[in-house]
């Protein structure tokens, strides 16, 4: 029997309403005393105590459990656990919880107690107390607890007693095969019990790792391997796991970093912040330091028309239904977190080794894409021999894991490759998908797998697309190297040279977003939505006065037939170096398709225009303003520089 009801309850229950309806008499609430919780001990003592209740876990063989009438420790029955084996069709393991329709009141002991066997040498993996379905703030457990044949008397220490006035969660269970094969367990005597032989509790959270970490504006960290040492009856200490609210948080900067009483820490500003805990009046071991960084700009926005599009994530278009950003396959230490960046979604993957997204219930034709888009930014450091890499995997025409027809293929990225791993800058990966040689199939595309070296990456604008047979989205080779000796230059922006200060690449004034990409390794500014743009550098002008040319490069993916403009203004703030005061000068040229040179769609344009083009900059010795403006609203830009 699942489920017990004590008749005697019942019948008195109804004998006290019926009381109170006939006398009809009226009670002050505030007199009212709260019932109290029975302190029952017995959990399994030749069968289910009163109010029991079993319930299996998600995924698991339900009919595990059984009570059997044959094999027992001591009485009548026991408790029997029948674990399945690999790949058996009702369940992957078993696990299940014993919990009660009303709390009970256990503060008066201090353990739960109980007798096990098995019928081979094992690990259960986990037992524990105070699971309830629901919140289970109560929750400790013991993983890894060795049985053997023979039975065996088992502890799980009540962390803190005063917590336990109202609990519904007696004892759950977790086991899966071992080594493939299924066996039985047994458990008899489940109690809880007052033994006054457990002691001297040591608290630990961050599993004693006083750890140091970066962090960003919006994340959220949780503090893990929360544990108590607890000195047991037989002389050694036992370690139990318990549920991080056990512990009381504090932060040593909470304009920094807050935490809650499940231990996590929300990043709410700039700085340093330390978090520590005390379990009682015990200090825990172990603590953790944020250290705030600043945000990455945020990523180009793509330009690929939404109608050759197949996004999974980007807020430039509508997505397609993805299953989950993070499997938490087995191994998997990827922590994922939603973010914004100026209001722009962003996946951000910390502790990465590798990650599933899974796209498998509805699958993804791309046989008439492409291109596969990935947008990375991390901190991390990305010289060899660190490497990123990218899974695609099709199900094959039965659309589902296995059968034999799963194809898939893996691409690597490093700082060598093309396009190459960057650090603090976004790498486009727009990669042809027949670079992905062993991807035979693309009709039911189900898994992107990630993973690599760079443990923390921020990913958007992930999709497939078709370039159908037009200009590409970007550059696939980096504008040419300029070839000037090194003295007759005043750098901007180059990897070729030493460049000089810029205030800003993009001045609170203007109108475009502006990032930082690689193209083939090479630096490169990537300016979207562009309408006009202000390059500054006030802080330390320029004298230009021996240079006879400006030079810059550009790359653009949109139209450039007239009426497509784009325009080159440089200004000049005069003597006094400053802005106004009636001796700024300027001058703007105006390039289109039949120009010298000619705007193009995908291909760099080089321009070294002599500086006496700017017939309206009578000076050049304090040079502060480059602005650039224009109808194709999306351009790269590398290489600007003065030059003689």
């Known amino acids: 029997m699942i489920k017990k009801y004590n008749l005697y309850q019942t019948t008195f229950f109804f004998i006290i309403i019926s009381v109170l309806l006939l006398t009809g008499c009226e009670r002050d609430p505030d007199l009212l005393e709260p019932a109290a919780y029975p302190d029952l001990p017995e959990v399994f003592i030749d069968g289910f105590s009163s109010g029991l209740n079993y319930a299996a876990f998600g995924g698991s063989k339900v009919t595990a459990f059984d009570v059997d009438k044959e094999v027992k420790y001591n009485g009548t029955s026991s408790m029997r656990i029948e674990v399945p084996d690999f790949e058996d069709p009702l369940g992957a393991y078993a696990g299940g919880v014993y919990f009660t329709d009303v709390g009970r009141d256990l503060s008066g002991y201090d353990a739960l107690t109980f007798w096990a066997k098995a019928s081979q040498p094992a690990n259960i993996d986990i037992v524990g107390i105070g699971n309830d379905l629901g919140l289970s703030r109560n929750e400790t457990t013991i993983t890894g607890l060795a049985v053997n044949t023979n039975w065996k008397k088992y502890y799980i220490p009540i962390p803190e ?18 080594d493939g094969k299924g066996y039985t367990i047994w458990f008899d005597e489940v109690k809880f019990e007052k033994l006054g032989t457990i002691a001297h509790p040591r608290p630990v959270i961050l599993n004693e790792q006083n750890q140091n970490i970066t962090a960003f504006i919006g994340q959220t960290l949780t503090i893990g391997d929360t544990y108590v040492l607890f000195n047991m009856p037989y002389g050694t200490d036992q370690r139990v796991n318990v549920a991080p609210n056990y512990f009381n948080y504090l932060s040593s900067n909470e304009s920094v970093a807050t935490v809650n009483d499940n231990g996590q820490i929300s990043i709410v500003g700039m700085g340093s912040a330390t978090v520590t805990a005390k379990f009682g009046d015990k200090t825990a071991a172990g603590s953790i330091t944020v250290n705030t960084a600043e945000l990455p700009p945020r990523a180009p926005v793509p330009i690929v028309p939404a109608e050759n599009v197949i996004s999974l994530f980007s807020n430039a278009y509508t997505n397609v239904p993805v299953d989950t950003w993070a499997t938490g396959w087995l191994f998997s230490t990827a922590v994922l977190q939603e973010l914004q960046i100026n209001g722009d979604d962003v996946k951000l993957y910390t502790n990465l080794n590798f990650n599933g997204i899974e796209f498998a219930s509805q699958t993804i034709d791309a046989t008439q894409m492409t291109h596969f888009h990935m947008d990375i930014w991390t901190p991390d450091p990305t010289a060899p021999p660190a490497a990123f890499k990218v899974l695609l995997v099709d199900f094959g025409a039965d659309g589902v894991f296995g059968g034999g027809d799963d194809v898939s293929h893996e691409l690597t990225f490093t700082a060598n490759s093309n396009p190459a791993l960057a650090t603090r800058q976004w790498v ?26 760079p443990n923390t990456v921020f990913v958007d604008n992930v999709y497939f697309y078709s370039s159908g047979g037009t200009t590409p989205a970007v550059p696939t080779t980096p504008a040419p190297t300029p070839t000037f000796p090194a003295s007759d230059v005043i750098s901007l922006f180059s990897n070729a040279y030493t460049n000089v200060p810029v205030d800003t690449w993009s001045a609170v004034w203007d109108q475009a977003d502006v990032a930082d990409v690689q193209i083939a390794g090479n630096d490169t500014k990537l300016y979207t939505n562009l309408v006009f743009v202000g390059i500054e550098f006030i802080g330390q002008t320029i004298d230009a006065t021996s240079m006879t040319h400006f030079y810059m490069d550009i790359w653009t993916p949109d139209p450039t037939a007239l009426p497509a403009v784009f325009r080159i203004k440089l200004v000049d703030f005069g003597a006094d170096g400053a802005f106004g005061g ?10 289109n398709a039949n120009s010298t040179p000619a705007l193009q769609t995908g291909n760099w344009i080089r321009f070294d225009i002599p500086i006496t083009n700017f017939t309206g900059l009578t000076t050049k010795g304090h040079l502060a303003q480059l602005i650039i403006s224009g109808d194709p609203n999306t351009v790269y830009v590398d290489n600007i520089m003065f030059h003689k």
């Open 582 to 591: 009636g001796d700024d000068t300027e001058h703007e040229l105006t390039f």
């Open 161 to 178: 007693q005063s917590r336990w006035k109202s609990e519904r969660g007696m004892f759950f269970y977790s086991e899966g095969p071992e």
């Open 428 to 453: 486009q990966l727009d990669i042809p998908l027949s670079a992905f040689t062993g991807l035979t199939t693309r009709k039911n595309l189900a898994q992107l797998v990630i993973s690599g070296d």
